[in-house]
C-alpha cells in the first residue's frame, strides 16, 4: 500500500511539476466528490459547471449502495471550441477502502473507482473508460463551521475517438489512447445535508469546476 501511494505522489509530480501537457479530450465532470462514501440507501442531488478548455454544465445523482461503496450518473452540456452545445453522460462507482481514524492505522479517506463518459460531436463521438483512486482529508471547522475536506484524484483511462467518415471515404477513423489525470480541490460542508466543491482539472480539458450537492434521502 506504501508504494502504492509513493506511485500516485510521483504521478501527480510528473503531471504537475514537468511541463508535461496531456493530450487528450478530458472529463467533462470533473470531480466533485470526496473519497468518503454517503452511506447505504442514501441519495444526493448536484450540479455543477466546469470553466475550463470546454465549458460544461451538468446535473449529478448519487446512490449509496452500501457502506462503502456509492454510484454516481452525471448528464450535461459541454461546449467545445465555440462548436455546438451538445450532450454528454457520465457515471462513476468508488469503494472506500480506507476510512479517516483520528491518531488511528488510517491518517485519511482513500477510495478506488471506475469511471465512463461519453459525448457526441456530430460525427465525431469521444468515449473514456478508466480507474481512479481518490484521497481526502476531513477537517472539522470549530464554532459549527461545518466540514472542510481537502481532496485529490488521479485516473488513468483510455479514451477512444471515432469520426464518421463521409461516404466515399475510407482509412482509419478511430483511435484510442492510454491517458492521465489529475483532480485537486477541497469541499465545504456547512450542514450535514449540503457540500460546496471547488477544483482544479489537469487532464486535457483543464480549468476549474464548482459544484454542490444536496443530501435528498
Known amino acids: 500500500m506504501k508504494r502504492m501511494l509513493a506511485t500516485v505522489v510521483c504521478l501527480v509530480i510528473l503531471l504537475c511539476g514537468s511541463g508535461y501537457t496531456i493530450d487528450a ?8 466528490t470526496t473519497a468518503k462514501t454517503i452511506g447505504p440507501g442514501k441519495a444526493n442531488f448536484g450540479g455543477g459547471v466546469g470553466i475550463a478548455d470546454a465549458t460544461s454544465f451538468f446535473g449529478m445523482f448519487t ?25 454528454t453522460l457520465g457515471v462513476d462507482a468508488k469503494w472506500q477502502m480506507w476510512e479517516y481514524v483520528p491518531d488511528g492505522r488510517h491518517p485519511f479517506d482513500m477510495s ?9 460531436y456530430d460525427g465525431l463521438s469521444v468515449w473514456q473508460l478508466g480507474a481512479f483512486v481518490l484521497g481526502s482529508y476531513p477537517i472539522q471547522l470549530q464554532g ?8 485529490g484524484r488521479v485516473n488513468i483511462r483510455l479514451e477512444n475517438l471515432s469520426l464518421d467518415l463521409p461516404p466515399g471515404f475510407s482509412g482509419d ?18 450542514t450535514e ?8 482539472q489537469l487532464d486535457g480539458n483543464d480549468g476549474v469546476f464548482f459544484g454542490i450537492d444536496f443530501n435528498v434521502m
Open 25 to 32: 479530450a478530458g472529463s467533462a465532470f470533473g470531480n466533485l
Open 63 to 87: 446512490y449509496g449502495m452500501s457502506a462503502e461503496t456509492d454510484f454516481r450518473a452525471k448528464l450535461g452540456l459541454i461546449d467545445a471550441d465555440g462548436a455546438d452545445t451538445k450532450f
Open 112 to 120: 478506488l473507482g471506475g469511471m465512463f463518459e461519453y459525448v457526441d
Open 144 to 151: 459549527g463551521g461545518g466540514t472542510l475536506a481537502p481532496y
Open 173 to 190: 477513423d478511430s483511435e484510442s489512447n492510454l491517458e492521465f489525470g489529475f483532480h485537486g480541490g477541497v469541499s465545504w460542508s456547512p
Open 193 to 200: 445535508a449540503t457540500t460546496l466543491y471547488g477544483e482544479f
